[in-house]
């Protein structure tokens, strides 16, 4: 199997010696010592916290880990267990600052050891992770993930809760040195007062007040530490397309945009590209939870494809990032496989409807054509039209219509959704309205007569692709069959020729079991897609699109190692907007909470979810 190299399309180079070139594949060293720095934390949060663990048979093990002995010594290994903790997760992925913090740790418990309990085996074994370190500095080479100075405020939540946990589990492990009975309310004060360097209502005996203190002590210390530096560090903000990138796209898509209906989402603002070295392909991505998340096939010229994908594993590699590929084609996903080994799974299909051969006659049509007459009957008109045609005080109330009617606090989408209407080079778009005029309808509404919208952006120069859907929510069911109806009735007056609709997620699994002769897997995995559809309405969106009679094209994930999946498609959720782990803007708008939307699945966009009020 070989491949065109980009920039040389008469050389044909081995995928294996591709491979080779690029050098060898990631090492197991620095997750054996993720683990090992994770196993080690843990022993020593135990050698410090809890007596027996000390005193027992293990205790000879434990002689050569930081700290056991003394009050001092047990703050110590509390301290050494949980920033080794910290540290597990970064050096795990080659992080380089991960390993500076360990290299400079690391000597500091081979003193602390031999000044404080004069332990020589547990320095020797400071110093021997050490060496390892320094052995293998050249695979902690990652550089930093995108971040913000939100991650302190995260810091200082996650850690304050988990130094008050830890810090009851101290307090409570001395249960024959307390004096008296201090019920859980006292513990708790006791512990929120040694978190700041204070004594509380906990008394002890036998010196175990000292060790407590300072144990509470080291934990409030650290989590102080980690949230300054944390806040007081430099932004690392994540990469957003530049004017330049998008001209550059631009042109891409202007030459070669009718291959992918989702090649145009790849000019969202929050995505990063990387171009391959002749400029004639690119690869948009967004990094989520360390997930380096592309959507669609990479955009221009096939036979550049490869470069730009070398140019995102690379980048990948360079910060230590998982690597995925959400939605892309049969032709996209062969290409991605072929050149970095990874692996690809059908996620589901895409609706597609070509306009020279959709009628409302029919069997087939019969509920579409139904409800189509029936809420023309009832006064409502349609307007389809390109954006670039529209004035610009009726795009404003179409944007403030889209954004009001959104109903929810954050835009949802990633893979197909832009995000903006009318934007500056998106007049092509082609929007859908539907009107009605009202006697008992507000006369200063801000939308006017306007009832619902959809927008479509250009797959070429024939064809579009649905990106959202939005209504009013007082407006009678089916809004969407009205409008999408009306635009591909109205495509060829605007040249369109084909239409892509939505993502269904498996599509083909839930055709297949509901068939006469499917066998049992097949029908308890469709049992288990409907019953998730009662939260990602996965079933109901297939129906959904079924009803303009569509082809289906198979779209598919291309991800590394099967463990990998469920990162990638938590990365995913995130990204589609259906998980939100930052905190709010602190003097955001709140917008007030309308009637409950259905939830959409992983891969489409904001335009599925009003599925259900259709």
Sequence with gaps: ????????????????????????EPQKIPALIGTACTFIGLIDIAAGVFPRFRASRFHTFTEVLPGTLGPLSAALSLSAGVLLLLLAHGLKRNKRRAWRAAVVLLPLGAVAQFAWR??????????????????????????????????????????????IALGLVIVSAHPRRVVGDPSLTDRLEHVLYGLFGFEGPVGYTRGVDWTVGY??????MLTALTTIYLAFRPEHPAARLTDDDELRLRALLDQHGGRDSLGHFALRRDKGVVFSPSGKAAVCYRVVSGVML???????????????????????????????????????????????????????????VDVAGFSLSGRAMRNVRQMVKRIERNGYTTRVRRVGDLDEAELERVRRAAADWRGTDTERGFSMALGRIGAPGDGDAVIATAHKTDDDADPHSP???????????????????????????????GMNELLIVAALQASPALG?????????MFRSALARGEKIGAGPVLRVWRGLLVFLSRWFQIESLYKF?????????????????SRDLPRIGFAAMQAEGFVNLSFP????????????????????????REIRAA
């Design 545 to 561: 699109n079924a009803k303009f009679q569509p082809r289906w094209e198979p779209r598919f994930v291309v991800y590394r190692t």
């Design 447 to 477: 939308y006017g007569d306007l009832k619902a919208i959809i927008h479509f952006v250009p797959w070429g120069a024939d064809g579009m692709s649905l990106e959202l859907m939005r209504r009013d929510r007082s407006a009678d069911p």
């Design 118 to 163: 004069h332990s020589v085996a547990g320095a020797l074994l400071s110093l021997c992770l050490l060496a390892l370190l320094v052995r293998h500095r050249d695979q902690f080479a990652a550089l930093p993930d995108p971040r913000s100075r939100w991650r302190a405020l995260a810091n200082f939540v996650v850690m304050g809760a988990g130094s």
């Design 294 to 352: 592309a959507s669609g096939d990479p955009i221009g010229d096939v036979e550049a494809w490869p470069g730009a994908i070398e140019r995102f594993m690379d980048e990948a590699k360079a910060h230590s990032w998982t690597p995925a590929v959400m939605g892309c084609s049969e032709t996209g996903g062969q290409v991605w496989t072929r050149e970095t080994g990874l692996d690809a799974l059908e996620l589901g299909d895409e609706a597609i």
């Design 215 to 220: 144990s509470l002590g080291a934990l409030g």
């Design 1 to 24: 199997m070989s491949v065109t190299v980009d920039g040389d399309k008469s050389g044909l180079v081995p995928v294996r010696v591709r491979r080779i070139l690029r050098g060898p």
């Design 496 to 504: 369109i020729e084909r239409v892509s609709l939505n993502f269904a």
């Design 585 to 608: 803007r602190p003097f955001a708008r709140r917008r007030p909470s309308p009637a409950p939307r259905p939830c959409s699945h992983i891969v489409p966009g904001p335009a599925e």
